[in-house]
């Protein structure tokens, strides 16, 4: 049983692009494609056999269940190579049975995994800007990625030399070291851009350059040119992550193994450490003095956090941006672990990941190993 059809696969172009992630991974030849084939496959491979079948079946779907059965397949093979052994949906007395129960020599703990974030694919807004975003990523850079924003709607198709032209020159006319330096002088909107133009839509995008050590470490490798939208939106990114974790809370009352929850938002505006800060300990807020007017206001947190009111999960493990195409350059991971249950006892193989601890009410990070690197992605 494999996850991808043997076949013979014919040339990707633009008017093929817009399809289904699984069906344009699955059907045409495109850079890195073979890449993520053959890795899936690898991981398949190692998955308990009575299980491929339904794995298989949500994996070659779209939407919330193709991440959700990729993310289930990406979590077997990073706590795998951890050196933990996994039993897929283990039976739990008088309880739903959650995604895995993880092993590692005499301690163990439950492992339940979901996605948040957007349905599929990094942009979605319409096919005509679909098709413009596929085109832009027809283009490699090793020395720069490309962050965008977009305004408007784009009722036509453009053309490939219309898209193509003015961000092939924008990449090979600057240097990524003196981008660097500008970026540091003069922020981020200082970068050289480039924009497209048609009737009332826009896209503009801007250089981000690659860091020496990455340029030279991935210097063979095809990376996605597009990273994502550089301009945040009015939006609830802590939001939807806390509603998933206190959904799980309530799913797994009474557990005789500590409970760890594994989120993967899809979010693009979600910035990792301070939305992760917000999701478990609420939300920023300034509190100003009515009975002391004249003193500052002090920064606190509303009383909404998952661990402000509720305990039962025992840690969090809070991925970014993972999926078949960003693995190599912009997916980060960290776990928390719940400064309230000082009694509850995980693996210390755990904290090989990114982690964050609490001590005396302050919360420390810890460097790990980056997670392309523990599943085996150059």
Same mark, same amino acid.
């Given at each position: 049983?494999?996850?991808?059809?043997?076949?013979? #696969?014919?040339?990707?172009?633009?008017?093929?692009?817009?399809?289904?992630?699984?069906?344009?991974?699955?059907?045409?030849?495109?850079?890195?494609?073979?890449?993520?084939?053959?890795?899936?496959?690898?991981?398949?491979?190692?998955?308990?056999?009575?299980?491929?079948?339904?794995?298989?079946?949500?994996?070659?779907?779209?939407?919330?269940?193709?991440?959700?059965?990729?993310?289930?397949?990406?979590?077997?093979?990073?706590?795998? #190579?951890?050196?933990?052994?996994?039993?897929?949906?283990?039976?739990?007395?008088?309880?739903?049975?959650?995604?895995?129960?993880?092993?590692?020599?005499?301690?163990?703990?439950?492992?339940?995994?979901?996605?948040?974030?957007?349905?599929?694919?990094?942009?979605?807004?319409? @096919?005509?800007?679909?098709?413009?975003?596929?085109?832009?990523?027809?283009?490699?850079?090793?020395?720069?990625?490309?962050t965008i924003h977009i305004e408007g709607t784009l009722l036509r198709t453009l053309s490939q030399n219309d898209v193509i032209r003015p961000f092939k020159e924008l990449l090979d006319d600057?240097?990524?070291?003196?981008?660097?330096?500008?970026?540091?002088?003069?922020? @981020?909107?200082?970068?050289?851009?480039?924009?497209?133009?048609?009737? %009332?839509?826009?896209?503009?995008?801007?250089? #981000?350059?690659?860091?020496?050590?990455?340029?030279?470490?991935?210097?063979?490798?095809?990376?996605?040119?597009?990273?994502?939208?550089?301009?945040?939106?009015?939006?609830?990114?802590?939001?939807?992550?806390?509603?998933?974790?206190?959904?799980?809370?309530?799913?797994?009352?009474?557990? %005789?193994?500590?409970?760890?929850?594994?989120?993967?938002? @899809?979010?693009?505006?979600?910035?990792?450490?301070?939305?992760?800060?917000?999701?478990?300990?609420?939300?920023?807020?300034?509190?100003?003095?009515?009975?002391?007017?004249?003193?500052?206001?002090?920064?606190?947190?509303?009383?909404?956090?998952?661990?402000?009111?509720?305990?039962?999960?025992?840690?969090?493990l809070s991925f970014q941006r993972v999926d078949f195409w960003n693995l190599w350059h912009n997916a980060s991971a960290c776990l928390y672990i719940n400064p309230h249950n000082s009694n509850?006892?995980?693996?210390?193989?755990?904290?090989?990941?990114?982690?964050?601890?609490?001590?005396?009410?302050?919360?420390?990070?810890?460097?790990?190993?980056?997670?392309?690197?523990?599943?085996?992605?150059?």
């Amino acid at each position: 049983m494999m996850l991808f059809d043997d076949i013979e #696969r014919s040339e990707r172009n633009s008017e093929t692009s817009f399809e289904p992630l699984f069906r344009d991974i699955n059907h045409y030849d495109w850079p890195g494609a073979t890449r993520i084939r053959n890795r899936c496959e690898s991981w398949f491979k190692k998955f308990p056999p009575e299980h491929r079948k339904d794995l298989r079946k949500r994996f070659r779907s779209d939407g919330q269940n193709r991440q959700g059965a990729f993310f289930e397949l990406f979590l077997h093979e990073l706590l795998t #190579r951890l050196g933990f052994s996994l039993t897929v949906h283990p039976e739990i007395t008088g309880a739903k049975r959650p995604d895995f129960l993880v092993c590692y020599d005499n301690q163990r703990f439950y492992l339940e995994a979901t996605v948040t974030g957007q349905e599929e694919g990094p942009f979605t807004r319409n @096919r005509n800007e679909q098709d413009v975003i596929d085109k832009l990523n027809t283009l490699t850079s090793p020395n720069f990625h490309i962050t965008i924003h977009i305004e408007g709607t784009l009722l036509r198709t453009l053309s490939q030399n219309d898209v193509i032209r003015p961000f092939k020159e924008l990449l090979d006319d600057h240097d990524p070291d003196e981008v660097q330096r500008l970026i540091d002088e003069r922020g @981020r909107n200082s970068a050289p851009s480039q924009r497209i133009e048609c009737e %009332d839509w826009y896209l503009e995008g801007w250089l #981000r350059p690659i860091s020496p050590d990455e340029r030279k470490r991935k210097r063979n490798s095809t990376q996605r040119l597009i990273l994502g939208y550089d301009i945040g939106a009015a939006t609830d990114c802590a939001g939807p992550v806390r509603k998933a974790l206190k959904k799980k809370a309530q799913r797994y009352r009474h557990l %005789d193994a500590p409970l760890v929850v594994a989120v993967n938002t @899809r979010d693009l505006f979600y910035n990792g450490r301070d939305h992760d800060m917000d999701v478990l300990f609420g939300d920023q807020q300034l509190l100003y003095s009515m009975e002391r007017p004249e003193l500052p206001p002090q920064f606190g947190r509303k009383p909404n956090g998952v661990w402000s009111q509720d305990r039962r999960i025992d840690a969090f493990l809070s991925f970014q941006r993972v999926d078949f195409w960003n693995l190599w350059h912009n997916a980060s991971a960290c776990l928390y672990i719940n400064p309230h249950n000082s009694n509850v006892a995980l693996p210390d193989a755990l904290l090989q990941l990114p982690h964050a601890k609490g001590y005396d009410g302050i919360m420390k990070w810890f460097e790990g190993v980056d997670i392309g690197q523990l599943v085996g992605v150059d």
